[in-house]
């Protein structure tokens, strides 16, 4: 799963559930959260850990495109992007993404379902409980 993350909002703003961790799936979820974004991307900061798919060349090349600055954390060092530790944790504990699935399509249709309710039906104390669609699209 690939998730991109508005960390001021807590929106998740683009998503891919595939087979592997190839760029591919990464890819298609940076180009969702581009087309979700009706805003110039210049000078926007993207922050990821150390995964090859991160530093391909065709994801560097899509950011680059964008005018999106890239920014990786220190190797191992989960602290570094504690939003998307903490978003996974809730993804698959609360929303029930650790589970077994039957196939791939099953899979997406769960995810599309939890980011649906972690974007609109979920309050967050960070955002003194309002909800991230409500802080993103305002």
Known sequence: M???????SRFIVGWDASTSLAAEGCLRALNQAIAHTAVSLAGLVHHSDHGIQYGSWDYLDRLRANQILPSMGEVGNCYENALAERMNGILKCEYGLDDLFVNLEHVRLAVEQAVWLYNYDRPHLSLEFAYPATIHFT
Do not use: N, P, R
């Open 2 to 8: 690939a998730l991109l993350t508005d960390a001021y």
